[in-house]
């Protein structure tokens, strides 16, 4: 799922519960030092973003793009269903590999990305997100801005926050137009999971997903402030 309201990005992934070392995509293992931990943590992996791929929407990075954006990945905080005021744990290791294609000849580079989530503090979310994980609808949700978009069908560049009006008449009439996000800022991560509430009960995870990324970003907020709030909610815990 991809979608691009207001000022940001977010795309949406599965993402799965790593158990035992053995359970970290290889690719990362290799670079990542595994040692006991708090027994509370919940550990996920899963893919945080795909470059070279036009998606369905028309969005696509470059593998430049991505470089140049993993840095800022590290260390963001992790919330649950976009309640970006808590967070629940912070991103902890990121890994640019390469995922098959179709095609035995191409393949697409992807950032993946390892969360730690402080089960003790939220034993709720903790549970329901073991739930998830065991029905396979467990699922990272990206929040990004960058630098700018790029046009691919007449090449010209925008600010990244340009309305329709202000960009070229293919990114104005269509917003699937293709379109590049060049030189991303990654500012954290979402874990989506059906919500244990009887009105959702019905709701597929994309649905929720869709729904839950609408509502937290059409709201009225201050994006600084609404940094600031989350990173003065890690400090305190």
């Known amino acids: ?97 390469q995922r098959e294609a179709s095609s035995e000849s191409e393949a697409f580079p992807e950032i993946q990305a390892l969360s730690v989530v402080w089960g003790a503090n939220f034993p709720e979310i903790a549970h329901l997100i073991k739930t998830a994980h065991a029905d396979e609808s467990l699922f990272y949700s990206m929040e990004c801005i960058s630098e700018s978009k790029q046009c691919l069908n007449c090449e010209r560049t925008f600010p990244f926050a340009a309305t329709a009006a202000e960009t070229c008449e293919h990114l104005g009439a269509d917003p699937n137009a293709p379109r590049r996000f060049i030189n991303p800022t990654f500012l954290g991560a979402a874990l989506i999971f059906p919500p244990d509430k009887p009105a959702w009960r019905d709701a597929t995870i994309t649905e929720v997903a869709k729904e839950l990324t609408r509502q937290y970003a059409t709201r009225d907020h201050d994006p600084v402030t609404q940094w600031e709030a989350a990173m003065n909610a890690v400090v305190h815990l």
Request: net charge negative; proline share 5%; no cysteine.
């Open 1 to 97: 799922m991809f979608e691009v309201i207001g000022d940001k990005f977010y795309a949406t992934a599965q993402a799965y519960i790593v158990a035992e070392p053995q359970d970290i995509p290889r690719e990362m293992a290799a670079d990542f030092d595994w040692k006991p931990t708090n027994t509370s943590f919940i550990w996920i992996a899963g893919r945080y973003v795909q470059a070279n791929n036009l998606n369905n929407n028309g969005h696509f990075w470059s593998f430049d793009d991505l470089k140049a954006g993993e840095d800022s990945i590290l260390h963001t905080p992790v919330n649950a269903l976009h309640n970006w005021e808590s967070p629940i744990g912070t991103v902890v290791q990121t890994k640019m590999v």
